[in-house]
């Protein structure tokens, strides 16, 4: 059984940093694009960042670049979003999401390209 676990988020004042996580069970994780999403209330998910298998080649979205980074611990079946310079504007559930899928870069910013959802964690940003 799949199964992604977020953690670490919490309530941050504008400048701020917070690191979230997401540990994962259930499938090899070596083998698994790792993606982050947000929902900012009354809006859609959005893309945040991905970090592909097998060479972790990663991807951002215009707004968070240069201030968020993902990150990979295979060893640990976990996938970090570190956020730096956070900005009200940054306010949302963030979930991690999963897929086996050999896919580009622009499929991997697409919700419904995943196949396995954690429940999210929220992060609000206060000014």
């Known amino acids: 059984q799949v199964r992604l676990v977020e953690s670490g988020g919490g309530s941050v004042q504008a400048g701020g940093s917070l690191r979230l996580s997401c540990t994962a069970s259930?499938?090899?994780?070596?083998?698994?694009?790792m993606g982050w999403f947000r929902q900012p209330s009354g809006k859609e998910r959005e893309f945040v960042a991905v970090?592909?298998?097998?060479?972790?080649?990663?991807h951002y979205a215009d707004s968070v670049k240069g201030r968020f980074t993902i990150s990979r611990d295979d060893a640990k079946n976990t996938v970090y979003l570190q956020l730096n310079r956070v900005e009200p504007e940054d306010t949302a559930i963030y979930f991690c999401?999963?897929?086996?899928?050999?896919?580009?870069?622009?499929?991997?910013?697409?919700?419904?390209?995943?196949?396995?959802w954690g429940q999210g964690t929220q992060v609000t940003v206060s000014s």
């Open positions: 999401a999963a897929t086996s899928r050999l896919l580009t870069i622009a499929t991997l910013g697409r919700t419904g390209t995943y196949d396995y």
């Open positions: 259930g499938f090899t994780f070596s083998r698994i694009n």
């Open positions: 970090a592909r298998w097998g060479g972790g080649h990663l």
